[in-house]
């Protein structure tokens, strides 16, 4: 972090850029957040949609909110803005690019958004074929992808240049960290990318009149896993380079952290079968394979585990804490941009010991496609990615728009992580049990005919409307946090935290840089993975699906 | 680069259980016969109802197969075809599905049957249905409107 | 060479701060956390047919 082309504060011309990806992220927030609301309170069975609204047209504006727009507008802004800060001020050049990126997206997003609201996409985010929406939802998609992949870009820009210009040295790992993620982002959606040019588009628009639904699936899951990895390395960026700082300690280990950075560029990618291991058409052994290389990803994951820990046990003991478990009462829990994100790592627990139940091969048909999943994702991506990501915004939106945390607001941020993770143990705690004694996600109230098993699940449903209810109530708290951070807090200065390695002397080694080597062995592992079951794929393909809209309309 | 003694027994330690999980289902799935639902067999979904076995769709005596029933599901949105149907306690059964036309599920909630429909594609699990009771059967993949009133029943007698 | 470096360097007085048998405690707490969750979805995949 010696190089002269380090700032300390970001640029305001890029933190101008930063926050226009939040100001959406947040607003899909808000949109999002009351249709999950919505969603949670009818499968209570005590509330009905007014007027005609679908719960699968609000399903679907949830997921594509949540889970395409908040997360990559968010993490495009975050990434743009840890750039900045530490491979230097972005050239004009890449800024323009990022802000044409930016209203690309944004654009994308208005189009599929229309859509949804008109009730020609109500297809969910996953957006399966045969469902057939209209050709402009996909388009609109495209553009969000297309968009991220120029805001991508300038990143890329900004850490060649620094790379030039730095000769023979590590790049600053929260850059390095983050060209990683975009790297890995755009190899995965070049799946998502095919489907929707190759197969979806052309279909919608009626020049052709079949798809292939297996490959349209298989594409969609190779850019599915890498996608739910996008979201998290994030977080992890912020686990491993921020929070050392903010709570005054050291990273555990810089070359230790970019070694499971790249671990999860290789072995994020090759493992989509692991969504299909109930499907048709794909040979089991294929799968199992597959099901090895998703056991790799946990490595990394158990290697964050023992950085975190070291890095808060190290602390502790410097602040004379003694004995096994000491140095956990001595942090800083007082502070919101250590507690926040802290809830969001102590999710990741039982988030990671669900994931690799779903990833075990045969053990997946106890909780494919039951409310399980849901609840798991709700830990990984709405509690440990989110929570972060709040945590995040704590101090980088006042650090670009000139202003600061108070106390009042950080007190107000450390009651809506406890309300968040409350309400996510009601939610995602009552989705899990539901799961294992079958219901599925995805579905709006039903007795099944008063069917004595789906009577069972009921308790547990109203269990997921009260945690939907608290968690609401969360979004409520931290839209006001975000709007007071941007607009109404004191002015001043609030500092954008980047940590220092414990050991200065251990440079990491400059392997980690070599581009060439790690797409090429990335790229490798996806051959390996899939060239054979796609090759089968085609050769045994069955007749084309036409389209079905099997929703209503207006 | 650096590892420390303590993160290094972590390491096998953790590593060490994921290769255990792995043995374990992978030894469960090729040797004991366990695999997912992974059936390789294609159909034309427009000509689901007069292709076998899917022109008799429901609980069917087969002989001379590891099997003593074939149960034959069809799915449309929103129903499955049979609605309901009775399976003797202690039967070795093999359930075979497909669609007609969008993405199903297929999931005997409370046991291991389940499975993914797609069209063009037949699927299939074997099982042996030794627990008595009533058992509903749900879609659980969105597949319309209807999505949540797509289910069956299957009833496990003596 | 990672083992003499601990012994040479920091057994004697530093020993105490620096220390990480918390964090090993901890990552096993957590070990034994993931396989008794898979554990028991293992058991109950065994017990439905």
């Not at chain 1, 290697?303 to 502790?316: D, I, V």
């Not at chain 1, 009601?426 to 219901?439: C, N, T, V, Y």
Request: aromatic letters at 14%.
């Amino acid at each position: 972090m010696s190089s002269q082309t380090t700032k300390l504060k970001v640029d305001p011309r890029d933190g101008k850029l930063a926050m226009a990806h939040f100001y959406v992220a947040f607003i899909a927030l808000a949109l999002g957040g009351l249709m999950g609301l919505l969603q949670t309170l009818v499968r209570s069975g005590k509330f009905e949609l007014p007027w005609g609204i679908d719960y699968y047209q609000i399903l679907t504006v949830h997921g594509v909110l949540m889970g395409l727009v908040l997360t990559t507008f968010f993490i495009m802004g975050f990434q743009y803005a840890a750039v900045s800060r530490t491979a230097g001020t972005h050239s004009p050049a890449a800024r323009r690019i990022a802000w044409i990126g930016f209203w690309v997206m944004t654009l994308g997003t208005v189009m599929a958004a229309t859509m949804v609201l008109l009730k020609e996409a109500s297809v969910l985010y996953t957006f399966y074929a045969p469902l057939k929406a209209h050709w402009i939802f996909y388009l609109g998609l495209t553009f969000v992808i297309v968009g991220s992949w120029l805001d991508g870009a300038a990143q890329i820009m900004t850490y060649a240049r620094w790379r030039k210009e730095n000769p023979g040295k590590p790049s600053p790992l929260l850059s390095f960290m983050a060209i990683i993620n975009t790297v890995m982002w755009i190899v995965a959606t070049l799946g998502v990318a095919s489907t929707v040019l190759f197969q979806l588009l052309p279909w919608s628009l009626g020049i052709v009149d079949t798809v292939d639904v297996l490959i349209s699936r298989t594409l969609f899951w190779y850019f599915g896993h890498p996608l739910v990895y996008f979201w998290l390395l994030p977080a992890y960026m912020c686990w491993y380079a921020i929070i050392p700082k903010i709570i005054g300690g050291k990273i555990f280990s810089d070359s230790l952290a970019r070694l499971s950075f790249i671990l999860f560029l290789l072995f994020s990618i090759p493992v989509g079968f692991h969504h299909q291991l109930t499907e048709p058409g794909i040979d089991p052994a294929w799968k199992f394979l597959q099901v090895v290389l998703t056991f790799m990803v946990i490595v990394p994951s158990l290697m964050t585990a023992f950085s975190l820990f070291a890095t808060f046990e190290r602390y502790g003991r410097s602040k004379g804490a003694t004995g096994l478990f000491g140095w956990f009462k001595v942090l800083p829990w007082k502070d919101a941009r250590f507690t926040v994100p802290f809830i969001g790592m102590a999710s990741f627990i039982p988030a990671g010991a669900g994931g690799i139940i779903n990833a075990s091969n045969q053990m997946n048909q106890v909780v494919h496609n039951t409310i399980w999943v849901t609840g798991h994702f709700h830990l990984t991506a709405a509690t440990s990615v989110v929570l972060t990501f709040f945590g995040i915004s704590y101090w980088l939106v006042p650090h670009l728009t000139g202003r600061k945390l108070t106390k009042a607001m950080n007190k107000l941020a450390i009651i809506q992580g406890w309300v968040w993770f409350i309400g996510m143990v009601f939610m995602s705690g009552a989705m899990h049990f539901q799961g294992l004694l079958g219901g599925p996600r995805r579905s709006a109230f039903s007795t099944y005919g008063d069917s004595a098993q789906a009577l069972e699940w009921i308790p547990y449903q109203i269990a997921q409307a009260v945690g939907g209810s608290i968690l609401f109530l969360g979004i409520i708290l931290i839209l006001i946090i975000f709007v007071n951070l941007a607009f109404f807090a004191p002015k001043g200065e609030e500092e954008f935290p980047v940590g220092e390695a414990e050991n200065l002397e251990e440079k990491a080694p400059m392997i980690f840089e070599n581009w060439k080597l790690w797409l090429g062995i990335t790229a490798l592992l996806i051959l390996f993975a899939y060239t054979i079951p796609f090759i089968d794929m085609i050769q045994n393909a069955p007749p084309g699906s036409e389209g079905f809209k099997t929703w209503g309309s207006w | 680069m650096h590892i420390h003694k303590f993160e290094k027994i972590w390491l096998i330690f953790g590593v060490g259980a994921l290769v255990v999980f792995l043995s374990v289902v992978g030894v469960s799935a090729f040797y004991l016969g366990n695999k997912p639902p992974s059936c390789l067999t294609t159909i034309d979904p427009k000509k689901v109802d007069t292709e076998a076995p899917f022109d008799k769709p429901g609980l069917n005596k087969v002989e001379g197969k590891e099997w003593d029933y074939e149960l034959v599901y069809v799915a449309s949105a929103f129903l499955y075809n049979p609605g309901e149907v009775e399976v003797p306690l202690g039967a070795k059964v093999k359930v075979i599905a497909t669609t007609k036309d969008v993405v199903h599920g297929f999931q005997v909630a409370g046991t291991n049957i389940n499975m993914m429909l797609e069209p063009g594609y037949v699927n299939e699990i074997v099982t042996t249905f030794d627990k008595e009771g009533e058992y509903l059967v749900v879609c659980n993949e969105y597949c319309g409107t209807g999505h949540h009133l797509m289910s069956s029943k299957i009833k496990v007698v003596k | 060479m990672a083992k003499v470096e601990l012994k040479s360097n920091k057994k004697t007085e530093i020993e105490d701060s620096s220390s990480l048998k918390g964090t090993l405690a901890s990552v096993f707490l957590l070990g034994i956390f993931l396989v008794v969750t898979w554990a028991s979805v293992y058991f109950l995949f065994l017990d439905r047919f």
